[in-house]
């Protein structure tokens, strides 16, 4: 159980267009979600908070006007990368706490792999 | 200070030896304490949760925490070349917020 399917898996874009990325959750309601980048050879770093019905929460450093997080229903958050560079490219994953915020632990996306040329 | 810290490695380890792995963290990132595995390429995949004082194990993984000294670790018993991955140690605020350490790359050598 608790599993988040994470979509696409792998995306190319073209610099200066949009790119959404979906993470569902498939067997519970996820009221919170996690987003996360991760480049090369690095952690992962958080980006931002998305809650069911309520504004995203960004960590420090990252735009939210260039991260759209969108939370519209108990099973779907979505992370658009609008007007992408290739400084974007990255590993970007979705997380959602199981129960409890997190005591039951944490459920990963498959993570998508943005390239932008 | 980072709020996760662990040593990024390379961590040599031969094939049916203990793997030692250490992870320490702040006051902010004190609720839940995580050790995950990934793989080059893909997301990763929980191995522990931990989240008292003491050890707790899992075949053959062990983990021991200690809140007293901010330090929690993992242990990897009769590594096998499947275990070589990086190993992230994480811990969630109150808020609920993981927070990853830089992750150490284990090489489990033949």
């Known amino acids: 159980g608790a599993v988040v399917s994470q979509h696409p898996s792998w995306v190319i874009c073209k610099s200066g267009t949009s790119v959404k990325i979906e993470c569902r959750s498939l067997?519970?309601?996820?009221?919170?979600m996690f987003w996360y980048r991760q480049f090369p050879k690095q952690s992962l770093m958080l980006m931002a908070t998305s809650n069911e019905g309520s504004k995203a929460t960004y960590e420090q450093g990252v735009e939210k006007d260039k991260f759209l997080i969108n939370h519209a229903s108990l099973t779907l958050s979505t992370l658009t990368v609008t007007s992408a560079h290739p400084e974007d490219s990255s590993f970007y994953i979705c997380?959602?706490?199981?129960?409890?915020?997190?005591?039951?632990?944490?459920?990963f996306g498959s993570g998508t792999r943005l390239t932008v040329v | 200070q980072k709020e996760v810290e662990q040593n990024s490695g390379p961590l040599s380890v031969p094939e049916g030896a203990i793997a030692s792995l250490n992870c320490t963290y702040s006051?902010?990132?004190?609720?839940?304490f995580f050790w995950y595995r990934q793989y080059s390429g893909k997301s990763p995949e929980l191995i522990m949760s931990i989240y008292s004082n003491g050890d707790k194990e899992d075949g053959r993984f062990t983990a021991q925490l200690n809140k007293a000294s901010q330090y929690v670790s993992l242990l990897i018993r009769d590594s096998q070349p499947s275990d070589s991955a990086t190993y992230l140690c994480a811990a969630s605020d109150s808020w609920g917020k993981l927070q990853f350490g830089a992750g150490t790359q284990v090489v489990v050598t033949p």
């Open positions: 006051d902010r990132v004190s609720q839940s």
């Open positions: 067997d519970f309601q996820a009221t919170t």
């Open positions: 997380s959602a706490p199981r129960a409890g915020g997190g005591s039951y632990g944490y459920t």
